[in-house]
């Protein structure tokens, strides 16, 4: 059935045993490509029923189907004609892990983090309707978890306000984002579950009372005229219809005829629904539902039966910091640990188990967070904010007005700096060794192995009159990189025969830089290799070392623009050093999936690459240095 299926109008014919076997195969479709690459399992086994029956109710690309989050769109991807691309899901050549505009019409936002979709939803069904295309519908599909996303409902509230908009909103109420889903708003829908049963009580009221004499239809009608304030009672679902926005549900996800009836009414009304529809997160997967934590949120490569690991697990970065967070936990009892709705992607679910009362976990609400843990600190504690590089970007603001100028003592955790690789351009941690760089008062720790890690986090966790934060990458921690000395807190870890470059490593990029110095030695160039390990605020001892040397490189895992080079060079200028300065790091753009061997190796970040870049340079330097000199000395010698 599934082969026969190459976009969304081949659908349309199908009756509804060929529906039920269409679900099925998609669902061991998906268990057998995503157990090979890895990905987001369980919440596309959710989704099947559901993204069908969007599909053969509407007609994409005409009607724009969005996506909030991206990882819940496979289904999607595979009724639209992209089922012969999964073998390399997440991979070079292969599909995106989230809904990609280069990849099909199909497509339109890449979005990769969470309460986005809604107010996309508003400006593109709002710009049909300015530009009279009246018979173009918007479909956005968002899941509870994004609904505890402040975005969200900036989104609804403007959303409710408009009456002349083909906008319909599927909420995908599966209980949970990544980890169970946190919050009020959680709660409130959680009791919206059971008006299904008092839908089931009407509908057995009308058979049986429309079957008494006289007085049954009476007391059926009253009844159904109550329906509202009883519901109000028992789930109170009129806050959405209190916004203006038309409630339907609870919608069981997982029955493709249920969900086309209501479709079909949401898609009639030609104003704002709110489809509230419940499904299961891994359904169909033994081993997903039983994962009570994330439910096969996402997986690496695994047994497509059992979904256990089928590649040993090297120590990570997380687990390190997971661990001596703990150890901390012991030691200190003001430190309060805080995640946007991923306690275990970021390492604080073993702090949640030793200190569940020191644990908060806000939601999907990363600005909420950091405002939070200010307002934490200023009550004598100190917190941990633990969440993904890119995902603090959504709280830039308040790290620099609520955090930074008041001087908090919060530390925050950055997991997924630099380049992460297969979950493509928004998971990249490339810039906030840039943005943090202009954030006034705010300490930075770039480590370089796991040592160092725990070192720079217990040193962070005693800064008390400034915000700090530490950042590393993705994947299997290094074997430790031990220094030769430290002088004023710059680690030395390779020591050149001359003084011909100074090579500043920052953080995860030590291994390469000594490499790549051992590589320029048996070229004739001495290089020497430090660590500076805070790269904010600089050491003000690297103006005196580099002075002892010709040239001067900077390697990192962050964007060269505005980046610990550019801090540097800052920093040379003040001081009135002349020495030439070269920067190795990401280039300003966007970089798609990949491995991250690969995207290292295609950006000239190998060793070997900047060996033969630090010789180059080295002999560059020496021609435009010295030739003077050497004249003179040929004419002395004459």
Do not use: C
């Not at 946007?340 to 702090?351: N, Q």
């Amino acid at each position: 059935m599934l082969e026969s299926i190459k976009g969304p109008s081949d659908l349309k014919a199908l009756g509804p045993e060929q529906l039920d076997q269409l679900s099925e195969e998609i669902r061991q479709f998906l268990i057998t490509k995503v157990s090979k690459t890895g990905g987001h399992l369980g919440p596309n086994l959710g989704v099947v029923e559901l993204t069908i029956a969007i599909h053969r109710t509407f007609d994409s690309p005409k009607d724009v189907v969005l996506f909030d989050t991206g990882h819940q769109s496979y289904v999607h991807k595979i009724l639209t004609g992209r089922a012969d691309q999964f073998d390399k899901l997440r991979q070079r050549g292969g599909i995106a892990g989230y809904p990609n505009r280069g990849e099909s019409v199909h497509d339109v936002i890449e979005n990769s983090h969470a309460s986005t979709a809604l107010s996309w939803g508003d400006g593109i069904s709002r710009g049909f309707s300015l530009t009279g295309q009246s018979d173009r519908h918007v479909v956005v599909v968002v899941g509870d978890g994004a609904l505890t996303g402040g975005m969200s409902w900036e989104a609804l509230n403007n959303i409710a306000a408009a009456n002349d908009r083909n906008l319909i909103i599927v909420v995908n109420d599966n209980e949970r984002s990544y980890s169970p889903t946190i919050g009020g708003v959680a709660t409130y829908l959680s009791t919206l579950r059971v008006t299904r049963g008092y839908e089931r009580f009407l509908d057995w009221g009308k058979e049986v009372l429309s079957k008494t004499p006289v007085v049954g239809n009476p007391i059926y009608e009253t009844l159904h005229g109550m329906k509202k304030g009883i519901k109000d009672i028992v789930a109170p679902q009129g806050m959405f219809e209190d916004l203006g926005l038309k409630y339907v549900g609870p919608i069981d996800g997982h029955d493709v005829a249920a969900m086309e009836r209501a479709l079909t009414q949401a898609k009639e009304f030609g104003e704002p629904v709110l489809l509230h529809v419940i499904t299961e997160k891994g359904k169909g997967h033994k081993p997903a539902v039983a994962d009570e934590a994330e439910k096969f949120h996402a997986v690496g490569i695994v047994d497509p039966e059992t979904g256990t690991p089928l590649s040993k697990s090297a120590t990570s970065w997380t687990s390190v910091f997971a661990d001596e967070l703990v150890a901390l936990g012991n030691e200190r009892k003001d430190i309060v640990a805080i995640t946007a709705a991923m306690l275990g992607p970021t390492g604080l679910d073993k702090f949640e188990k030793a200190f569940p009362d020191r644990t908060i976990d806000v939601g999907i609400a990363e600005q909420h967070a950091v405002t939070s843990a200010a307002g934490l600190a200023f009550a004598g504690m100190h917190p941990v904010v633990a969440v993904y590089s890119t995902f603090l970007n959504r709280a830039f603001d308040q790290m620099l007005m609520d955090v930074a100028l008041h001087k908090a003592g919060v530390t925050f955790v950055l997991d997924r700096a630099g380049i992460t690789g297969d979950d493509g351009p928004s998971h990249n941690g490339m810039w906030d060794l840039a943005l943090t760089g202009i954030v006034p008062t705010l300490h930075v720790a770039a480590p370089r192995d796991a040592a160092r890690l725990r070192e720079t986090l217990r040193e962070s966790l005693e800064i008390s009159d400034a915000p700090s934060l530490v950042r590393f990458p993705k994947g299997a921690v290094q074997s430790d990189i031990p220094a030769f000395e430290r002088r004023d807190g710059i680690d030395v870890l390779y020591r050149g025969e001359s003084a011909d470059v100074l090579l500043v490593s920052v953080g995860a990029m030590a291994a390469i830089a000594v490499e790549a110095a051992s590589q320029a030695y048996r070229e004739g160039v001495g290089v020497t290799v430090i660590d500076p390990r805070w790269v904010k605020p600089l050491p003000q001892s690297l103006v005196t070392m580099a002075q002892r040397y010709k040239s001067v490189v900077v390697l990192e895992d962050g964007i060269r623009h505005g980046g610990i080079a550019s801090s540097i060079s800052e920093m040379f200028r003040e001081a009135g050093i002349n020495v030439a300065l070269h920067s190795i790091g990401i280039p300003l753009e966007f970089i798609e999936h990949s491995k991250r061997a690969e995207i290292l190796e295609d950006l000239g970040i190998t060793a070997q690459k900047i060996s033969r870049d630090i010789v180059e340079w080295s002999s560059t330097v020496e021609e435009m240095q010295f030739p003077a000199h050497e004249n003179a000395d040929r004419k002395q010698t004459r």
